[in-house]
């Protein structure tokens, strides 16, 4: 008997051909697989599908489209353990990179009749919005405003690049006010970034390196340079600790690790959350342990490699082939 899944589809999410990618995610999928395709339309967000297919029930709950698109998806089926395959379509891919999952609809498919699982973390912020990936306050959350809809479909992933470097002249530090279960951190900064998962290019959200996404705990790295030069040089070095995967160094960037942040700031600053501005600060990110199942490749363990050249009064005799 087959498995059966609701499909969610962006029809115009990324530059492809939406009616060739959905095609193909039929011919990969639906002779396994009984697929209950609904397409996302100005009027009816993901995310509102997402929880009608819950209501209803469904065994699993397929989305594909950009980084909007899944993190809804993500975001509605929090908590309800029903798997969740990933087929990425849009401009970055943050959400797949950030949680080691192929980004090329052949692979993500493979990926999902694998039926492999993995239970990992998800947040909350304020209460009631979920989180998958990210929070950016400042910086991060000025940049993402400035990559238009126009400007990702010319430039693709560069307009967040290009949009960071047009922000870098506009760079504002804010008093910031930081609140754990255990301590109230206030400093000066330029970015505060709460990370449940994050790609290597999200830097802003790297202090920690190597972030964590099923422990249970936030990654959160405080900028804090004190002019235009130093966030250059921030931003640098948090991209070298994204390539390195060691925790960063430099006396201007802090890091720490906490299940709930609260972050104040004045003046009032913008905070976005998987992408999306949601409005200004105070906000408040829980994490939810364990709130998110996703469909995950297999793989491969590396074989044992022999070392056993240099040890002293060795002999080695090959046994014949039988």
């Known amino acids: 008997m087959k498995r059966s899944a609701c499909l969610i589809f962006n029809p115009v999410a990324g530059n ?56 809804a998806v993500a975001g509605a089926i929090v908590g309800t353990n029903i798997p969740l395959g990933i087929i990425s379509r849009g401009t970055a891919n943050a959400f797949a990179n950030a949680l080691d999952l192929p980004n ?39 940049t993402v405003e400035l990559a238009d809809r126009e400007m990702k479909n010319r430039w693709g992933m560069l307009a967040y690049i290009l949009s960071g470097i047009k922000q870098l002249n506009n760079l504002e530090r804010f008093e910031a006010e930081i609140e754990t279960d255990d301590k109230i951190i206030s400093l000066t900064a330029v970015a505060v970034t709460v990370a449940n998962a994050a790609p290597p290019t999200s830097i802003l959200a790297q202090g920690p390196a190597g972030i964590i996404f ?6 959160v790295t405080l900028v804090a340079p004190e002019n235009k030069a130093g966030a250059i040089a921030a931003s640098y070095h948090l991209l070298q600790t994204a390539l390195s995967g060691n925790p960063t160094d430099r006396d201007d960037i802090g890091y720490l690790r906490a299940k709930k942040v ?51 009064d060795i002999e080695i005799t090959l046994k014949p082939v039988t």
């Open 214 to 219: 099923d422990d249970g705990l936030l990654d």
């Open 262 to 312: 609260t972050i104040s700031a004045d003046p009032p600053q913008k905070v976005v959350v998987d992408g999306e501005i949601i409005g200004m600060t105070p906000v408040s990110i829980e994490c939810v342990p364990g709130g998110l199942t996703i469909f995950v490749p297999r793989v491969e363990e590396e074989p044992v490699v022999e070392k056993l050249t240099g040890l002293a």
């Open 16 to 71: 492809s051909d939406p009616d060739q990618d959905l095609a193909r995610i039929q011919e990969l999928l639906e002779p396994f697989i009984d697929l209950d395709i609904r397409l996302t339309t100005p009027e009816v967000d993901a995310d509102d599908i997402a929880r009608e297919a819950v209501a209803r029930g469904v065994e699993a709950i397929i989305a594909s489209g950009g980084d909007g698109t899944l993190s």
């Open 104 to 142: 090329t609809i052949e692979a993500a498919c493979a990926t999902i009749l694998g039926g492999l699982t993995r239970v990992v973390d998800a947040g909350i912020c304020n209460g009631e919005m979920p989180m998958v990936l990210l929070a950016g306050v400042g910086f991060e959350a000025e």
